[in-house]
């Protein structure tokens, strides 16, 4: 097997850490990226050589275009670009602030948006190369205290159905990520019960079945978003009765 480039964001933690491990161990060359240098570092020494670290603050456009030429120039052409990096602010709406919404779009959103300036123009010059969203299931329908959070995992849905209109003529594969409750220093943040929770390397697993296939979107645990895309589709009194038994709000 010819070996196979990867951009992994948000990798110090999580989903994505989990995620970089996985496709060192297929045999992917990692290239990743988060704010955070010495867990980055830490990924590199434990990966024999298979993942490099490249800093990153996705929120500085600047430095996100920089960061995807030099892991393009020095690691290789990059075949699937994953971008993980995220945050989560629980707003309780009786004490609502502008300053959750501006910083969960600054990150959830341009974040990603600035990480596709530095390496779609690249792609689309090669003729090929994936990119892979991570949104979440919250993105679907509104949840409880998730009225900023829910917003931008909602646009990044959004913005990559259209993406994939503009981008799969070009050879270029697009597909968006929806993972349920996943252990992450994200979730441990939520005040109502999480049924499903997976741990990162049973969704690590998962995401990179869901990236080796030729599905738009990749949603996991299966049982799990299976359910909220049926009570997605309740009318609005339903749904909101089903979300406030289910969640306790």
Known sequence: MSERNAWITGASTGIGNALAKR?????????????SADKLEELSQISNGAITSHPLDVTDEAD???VAGAV???????????????????????????????????????????????????MVKRGAGQIAIVSSVAGYRGLPTASAYGATKAALINMTESLKFDLEPKGIKVQIVCPGFV?????????????????????????????????????????????????CKLPHGLYMRAMRRGTGF
Request: hydrophobic letters at 45%; charged letters at 20%; glycine letters at 6%.
């Open 23 to 35: 496709m060192a161990r297929a045999g992917w060359q990692v290239a990743a990226s988060a704010r």
């Open 64 to 66: 996100a275009v920089r």
């Open 72 to 122: 393009w120039d020095e690691v290789g052409p990059i075949d699937c670009a994953v971008f993980a990096a995220g945050l989560h602010i629980p707003v309780d709406a009786t004490k609502l602030t502008a300053a959750p919404f501006r910083t969960l779009f600054e990150i959830n959103l341009m974040g990603v948006v600035h990480c596709l300036a530095g390496i779609v123009p690249r």
């Open 183 to 231: 252990r992450t220093p994200l979730t441990d943040q939520n005040p109502f019960p999480m049924p499903f929770l997976m741990e990162p390397d049973d969704a690590a697993d998962r995401f990179y079945r869901g990236l080796m296939s030729n599905d738009f979107e990749v949603n996991f645990p299966r049982s799990f978003t299976t359910i909220m895309k049926q009570v």
